[in-house]
């Protein structure tokens, strides 16, 4: 059974700094792996995804890295903004069947807070 | 762009009623998902459904049904709320992708806004 970890549970930074969430994951047999953003009281908005076979994806200052091997991924942030608070959380995608039905198992997220 | 609505953004209910959650996407998506998120453990998997009249259990299936008559239109159902399941309900839709071998492009899934849900 897929186990999503995030560590830590809540981060806080000053503005302008780079930083880095995190993210493992225990079966490695993933399909590809998904960061979200997530507002309070909001839905889900997917930011980047990351196929089984490519190392990272980058969107503006979003940029993801995965190793399948060791079970990790990593979403880095540059020149972290106000606006970037919020909560973020990894999935890690398995195929359950073989007629492609499709299972996201979810982190617990990191919730960020950029300090002005 | 991907659109999916749910029905209701907060509903307030009382123990035993039946409540229904809707959900709608408008890209012609086979899978749709229904989870729920709750303070510490994350989104779990409530049912999914991969084709109209199709369904399969997710994680947490019980005291919950659910309903797909129409491509577009997936339904949870509470045939009879419990305080437990006070939550925030998240739908998601994605397009198929033909089975683990036929690899595509990125196939996200899209999320609804969600609805915070109440039993008293």
């Known amino acids: 059974k897929q186990e999503v970890t995030q560590i830590p549970a809540a981060l806080s930074v000053p503005e302008g700094e780079n930083l880095v969430l995190n993210c493992s994951f225990t079966?490695?047999?993933?399909?590809?792996l998904q960061w979200f953003r997530q507002d309070p009281g909001k839905g889900l908005t997917s930011l980047l995804l990351i196929q089984s076979s490519q190392r990272e994806q980058t969107s503006g200052r979003l940029n993801a890295s995965l190793d399948k091997s060791s079970g990790r991924s990593t979403l880095y942030i540059a020149a972290s903004q106000p606006g970037d608070s919020a909560t973020y959380l990894c999935a890690a995608k398995n195929f359950i069947s073989n007629f492609g039905n499709e299972k996201l198992t979810f982190g617990t997220g990191t919730r960020l807070t950029i300090i002005p | 762009d991907v659109k999916v609505t749910q029905s209701s953004r907060y509903l307030v209910k009382r123990t035993g009623e039946k409540v229904f959650l809707e959900c709608v996407q408008d890209?012609?998506?086979?899978?749709m998902f229904w989870y729920r998120q709750d303070p510490g453990l994350g989104l779990r998997l409530i049912y999914f459904s991969y084709d109209v009249k199709m369904k399969e259990k997710g994680d947490i299936p019980e005291g919950y049904s659910v309903s797909r008559e129409k491509k577009e239109r997936f339904s949870l159902i509470l045939e009879s709320a419990s305080t437990n399941q006070t939550s925030m309900y998240l739908c998601?839709?994605?397009?198929?992708?033909?089975?683990?071998?036929?690899?595509?492009?990125?196939?996200?899934?899209?999320f609804g806004p969600g609805t915070r849900l109440t039993v008293l």
């Open positions: 890209m012609d998506h086979e899978n």
């Open positions: 998601a839709s994605s397009l198929w992708t033909g089975g683990g071998a036929m690899i595509g492009a990125s196939d996200t899934q899209y």
């Open positions: 079966d490695s047999a993933i399909y590809n």
